[in-house]
């Protein structure tokens, strides 16, 4: 699901190296029909998904004679999830991965999580499904799958907190001043990962490690306060598990998306993947620092949301605020502003169904736009 974007195209790569390990049930993508195409066709996938109807047409001809089923739209998405697949990579950005990922977990498979948004929208909910399904749910972000390969699920009674590395992303050393007039270039332009550019603007505002401690809390079971943030911008480390003896156990590599999504894949096996070996003598130093909160907000305003279960809000505010901040239509400061503005604007709510969740994030949106013009 989200074959064409940044984790799709590394998870690609490293199902193209390993043939005789994968079968391909289907890929998906938003609107890339030419990416799409030339995988499935790689790939011998066995459906290609479009979610944009009107790129039904183009990714018809595109893989006319393939012997490869074709479909379009919202509906086409979930049929894809609902193929008798043993994985599904969840790699759509954003809200609209949501009903796809319950899909998939709603027939018992393994889902490999790199859709944070979905966890944080309908966590509860989620959680749930994958109990009373019998799902897995295995974690894709290097900080998640960092903790996962660390953390005692057996004993969890002697694990005392864990930390959740950030890269500072490019304007650590900025001044708030300074942050007022970037633009979208520079915010794009990451010092250490190669993103899409939602993933790219919440790493610069620190909007994703606030995702990602939302995740973090679902993911493993924690209340917020047990879960901490650490800037290192060698993103070496990629998280740590603190132990109630002392013990720090930490999973450290080259920053390489290839690497978690391999442990993915694979797990509780290995599989080879193309990513430079860490050679900590070359690098001889990794630094850290505490993140600064006046210039970063949106880890408070996230660990807010948390705590209030308001983490639609917060998530529907950010999608539209990044959005409007491509489109030069907002400033880079204006992205926490809305979103904390959201967070004290609505109401907590259970996440009963995906309808109530649905509804509330269409609120959200519609009221972020309005604020915004």
């Not at 049930?25 to 799409?36: F, G, I, K, Q, S």
């Not at 995702?211 to 809390?217: F, P, T």
């Not at 004290?344 to 609120?363: N, P, Q, Y």
């Amino acid at each position: 699901m989200g074959s064409t974007g940044s984790v799709g195209t590394s998870t690609v790569d490293l199902l193209r190296r390993s043939p005789e390990l994968f079968d391909v049930e289907a890929l998906t993508a938003n609107r890339n029909v030419d990416l799409l195409a030339q995988q499935a066709v790689e790939l011998n996938a066995k459906m290609a998904v479009v979610a944009d109807e009107e790129s039904y047409t183009d990714l018809k001809s595109a893989l006319s004679g393939k012997g490869i089923e074709v479909a379009a739209g919202e509906d086409a998405l979930l049929a894809a999830a609902a193929r008798p697949a043993d994985q599904v990579m969840a790699a759509i950005v954003g809200f609209a991965g949501l009903a796809p990922t319950l899909t998939a977990i709603k027939r018992g498979a393994t889902i490999l999580l790199a859709n944070k948004e979905a966890l944080v929208c309908a966590g509860d909910l989620m959680v749930e499904e994958v109990r009373k399904n019998n799902a897995t749910l295995l974690p894709v972000d290097s900080e998640h799958s960092a903790i996962f390969q660390v953390f005692d699920f057996d004993h969890k009674s002697g694990i005392d907190h864990i930390t959740l590395t950030a890269s500072g992303g490019p304007f650590r050393c900025f001044s708030k001043q300074e942050m007022a007039t970037v633009i979208p270039e520079q915010a794009l332009a990451h010092p250490n990962w190669d993103m899409g550019a939602k993933i790219s603007i919440d790493s610069a505002t620190m909007m994703n490690k606030g995702l990602e401690l939302i995740e973090a809390a679902y993911l493993f079971g924690l209340s917020e306060d047990r879960i901490k943030v650490l800037i290192h911008p060698e993103s070496i480390i990629h998280s740590t598990v603190s132990y109630i003896d002392g013990s720090v156990l930490a999973q450290l590599g080259n920053p390489d998306m290839r690497t978690p999504i391999a442990c993915a894949l694979a797990w509780p096996e290995r599989m080879k993947a193309p990513v430079k070996q860490l050679n900590l003598a070359d690098i001889s130093q990794l630094t850290f620092e505490a993140p600064d909160h006046d210039k970063f907000p949106a880890l408070e305003i996230a660990r807010q949301a948390l705590r209030e279960h308001k983490t639609i809000a917060f998530n529907a505010a950010n999608e539209i605020a990044v959005e409007a901040f491509l489109q030069t239509r907002i400033s880079f400061l204006g992205i926490s502003e809305l979103v904390e503005k959201a967070v004290h604007t609505f109401d907590s709510i259970g996440t009963v169904s995906l309808e109530t969740v649905k509804m509330l994030d269409k609120e959200v949106r519609n009221w972020s736009k309005a604020q915004i013009n």
